[in-house]
């Protein structure tokens, strides 16, 4: 598989939320994502008016998300600085939301939160790139878990923070629980064309033009489960975008050769739609 394009980038996830206007409310108010369009069953929210990052839909009779199911570990929410990310952490807590952990990741530094329904969020900002320590073989990064300077991060933004997201926050990856580390990976990589970019026991990192990860993989809870109903609460899909047309047909043509890709469908942007082999809903489209 050829490598897919290296100028892809998250445009956007939908998530499925059992209360529309409680998850609204935390994501616009604790989060500190804008609102940029509400109807009866479903809200657009995002840094950027014209390109929502998030869309939420309401669940007619929600059911809880199984224990161990496949899905959502956690969506990514890249700041363009730390004093980006430390004022959306001062936002946070100053909303009276529990934070569930910090570390430094080598490649980032990352706090943890969770939605209204359990749903995860991680929020980061990256090191510069030249500072990502490299693997081996010269094709991956180190990412590593130590204790985050929290002090630190907190001392880039000493003001009270803005109600909003800085301009320019998106989703930088999504990280998701899967039943089988080795064949999800093998999709992403071999069907797809991205490429592996680091390893950790049950969990493979996976993205395109040398970044450290766009999609993270894990079964530490998940190994060998379903995924969760559709009455659940969780991911929907998560919208990929290229560079431009001929990437994007690059890629079809590319999934057609294989011998047994996944069924590949139109959607009504004209962008492809697929899943991946947890069932989980993948579009790729063109900017």
């Known amino acids: ?166 301009p320019g926050t998106v989703v930088g990856h999504v990280h998701m629980k899967v039943s089988d580390v080795p064949r999800a990976a093998s999709f992403y990589r071999d069907a797809l064309g991205f490429e592996e970019r680091a390893q950790l026991p049950s969990a493979a990192f996976l993205a395109a033009g040398g970044y450290h990860h766009h999609v993270g993989l894990n079964s530490w809870q998940s190994r060998g489960a379903a995924a969760a109903p559709e009455s659940a609460p969780g991911l929907r899909l998560v919208e990929l975008e290229l560079g431009d047309a001929g990437a994007l047909q690059a890629l079809e043509r590319a999934l057609a050769e294989l011998p047994s890709g996944p069924p590949v469908s139109r959607g009504g942007d004209g962008g492809l739609l697929l899943r991946d082999p947890d069932g989980q809903a993948l579009a790729f489209a063109h900017r």
């Open 1 to 166: 598989m050829p490598p897919i394009d290296p100028t892809l980038r998250i445009r956007s996830v939908q998530l499925a939320v059992s209360d529309l206007a409680r998850s609204a409310n935390f994501y616009e108010r604790v989060l500190g994502l804008p609102l940029i369009a509400r109807e009866d069953h479903r809200a657009q929210l995002g840094t950027d008016p014209g390109r929502p990052a998030l869309v939420l839909s309401d669940i007619a009779d929600p059911t809880p998300v199984p224990p161990g199911s496949t899905g959502l570990y956690h969506v990514a929410w890249l700041h363009p600085s730390r004093a980006a990310l430390a004022a959306s952490v001062r936002r946070v807590v100053g909303a009276g939301w529990l934070l569930e952990g910090g570390s430094d990741h080598g490649v980032s530094e990352a706090l943890y939160l969770s939605d209204p329904d359990g749903l995860g969020i991680e929020l980061y900002a990256d090191r510069p790139r030249e500072q990502w320590e490299r693997s081996a073989d010269g094709r991956g990064v180190n990412m590593v878990t130590l204790p985050l300077d929290l002090d630190d991060l907190l001392a880039q933004s000493t003001e009270e923070p803005a109600p909003a997201m800085a």
